[in-house]
């Protein structure tokens, strides 16, 4: 056991000293001060654009709507928060956790976030921050509100925790989160649970085939940031690219020009995820379902028939891309499964985006946003309100 927050070494302590706090009334000032100070010092780290995207979303221009949102939609109503939430994050995605945390303390509860014990260059910047200005002093309530800790799933603190909160958030694989509902919960505890999810994009090449050089080079720039900000590993990052329509032309010229992006941001190549990719490839070569391979030195890309769940399974991430063709976006419906989380589109209109969430069957798709914006956070992920799951209703009559 680790303890980031508070900076003290015995964790029984700081649970107890945690536990006697009072939760604070949805989006308190001094919560909302927090999250400001964090936002100032987020925006200003260029060289980490997912961290900067985190301060954008904190902004306070932002804040101030999804609280106007929150009373409009509780009018008339006692909602308060609903006392611990404890929070375990996942090893891929470095700053989820920040987000989950910062809806919950804004709900008003006390927070414990578990984080990923893996070594993270951006974690370590982001802990850094975030402790430096719990123990600035200015927000005292905010501090003693929180319990930052790391630890290995051998030992018995899950079981701890699970106990003593009164809703438990698993941002992890399906593996982690089967075993994670092992450890019970307090009777009165609820559960948010984000599993391994499977996104795409889907673009109209007629539309394509339309577009200038810098409306093009604008599109890949938007499609570089979904796909590479997190090394494609991020749930909402798009692994398989469905084109609509048959210019072939525009197909192969989209990725010419992401070809040349990738070059451009100097993308760093680990190698061993380059192993893995080749690896991956070359097994998906034996798939029925494989039509044809081409690799690259940024990226490979492997056109499909069809797209199975053993396919989806086999995905690694580092520029792997799955192409599927159809003739209409509709049409698209017939491959989706309940894993599939989200669209990002470019070329179409609402109309036939709607018509498009009317023909699927399934329980798959709960985000469908521009090429550019997949791995942008708001309230709702995965179909659940943060807000409405993080606060609780006290009914008078």
Not at 72 to 81: D, E, G, L, P, T
Not at 143 to 164: D, F, H, M, W
Not at 248 to 254: L, T
Not at 319 to 336: C, I, R, S
Request: include cysteine; hydrophobic fraction near 45%.
């Amino acid at each position: 056991m680790k303890l980031f927050w508070p900076k003290i070494t015995d964790f029984e302590e700081a649970l107890e000293q945690l536990s006697a706090q009072r939760p604070n009334n949805p989006f308190d000032d001094e919560v909302v001060a927090f999250t400001q100070a964090l936002s100032k010092r987020f925006l200003r780290m260029r060289e980490l654009p997912e961290v900067v995207a985190l301060g954008y979303w904190l902004r306070k221009a932002n804040l101030k709507g999804m609280q106007e949102n929150f009373e409009q939609s509780n009018a008339n109503k006692i909602v308060r928060a609903r006392g611990t939430t404890f929070h375990i994050a996942p090893s891929n995605v470095d700053t989820i956790f920040v987000y989950s945390w910062m809806l919950s303390l804004l709900a008003g509860n006390r927070n414990i976030i578990r984080i990923s014990s893996k070594d993270q260059n951006g974690l370590n910047v982001l802990m850094q921050i975030i402790v430096e200005e719990l123990a600035s002093g200015k927000f005292e309530n905010v501090a003693k509100q929180t319990i930052i800790c790391t630890y290995g799933y051998e030992e018995n603190v899950t079981t701890v925790l699970s106990a003593a909160c009164h809703t438990r958030v698993i941002w992890g694989g399906d593996i982690t989160i089967r075993a994670i509902r092992e450890i019970p919960l307090a009777p009165l505890a609820n559960e948010l649970a984000f599993p391994d999810r499977f996104s795409l994009a889907v673009v109209n090449s007629e539309v394509v085939s339309s577009l200038d050089e810098v409306q093009l080079d604008n599109l890949v720039e938007q499609f570089y940031n979904d796909v590479f900000w997190f090394d494609q590993m991020a749930c909402s990052s798009p692994r398989l690219v469905a084109w609509c329509g048959e210019n072939q032309q525009a197909v192969e010229s989209f990725w010419t020009a992401f070809a040349q992006k990738v070059q451009q941001k100097q993308y760093e190549l680990i190698a061993a995820t380059q192993v893995l990719k080749y690896t991956t490839s070359l097994l998906l070569t034996t798939d029925k379902e494989v039509d044809k391979l081409e690799t690259g030195t940024y990226f490979t890309r492997i056109e499909l028939t069809g797209v199975p769940v053993e396919i989806r399974e086999r995905h690694c991430g580092g520029g792997l891309f799955y192409e599927y063709h159809v003739d209409k976006l509709v049409a698209l419906a017939d491959v989706l499964i309940d894993k599939d989380q989200t669209i990002a589109y470019f070329g179409f209109n609402r109309e036939e985006l709607q018509a498009l969430v009317k023909a699927i069957e399934t329980r798959g798709i709960d985000r469908i946003v521009p090429i550019g914006n997949a791995l942008d956070f708001n309230g709702v992920w995965d179909g659940q309100s943060f807000l409405t799951s993080f606060t609780r209703e006290v009914v008078i009559i």
